[in-house]
């Protein structure tokens, strides 16, 4: 006897639907930014950053070595990638929540 699934007319026509993933943006620790203009940068390109937050994930990169700052779409993860980096920030490359 076969192990091997018998697919009907049923199961082949349907459409499985998977949501799209997430992307991290992901800032690095470096010798030449300093806190204030890393937390001051996060509070102007990410969309709802506070100060307690952005100052949190600030000293979170210093004293680890990175931070993820932001997670969703692609398409936006990209454009605050592309805005930290081009404002001086260490960026990693983007990954996959």
Known sequence: ??????LTKENASKTVKKPYPNFKVIVLN????TFQHVA????TYIPGMTSD???S?????HFSGQA?????PQEQAELYHQQL???????????TA
């Not at 470096?30 to 930014?33: G, I, R």
């Open 53 to 55: 937050r952005a100052w």
């Open 1 to 6: 006897m076969s192990a091997t699934p018998i």
């Open 40 to 43: 001051k940068t996060l509070m």
């Open 30 to 33: 470096d010798d030449f930014n």
């Open 68 to 72: 993820i700052v932001w997670v969703g």
């Open 85 to 95: 980096k081009r404002a001086g920030l260490t960026m990693a490359p983007l990954e």
């Open 57 to 61: 994930l600030t000293e979170q990169v």
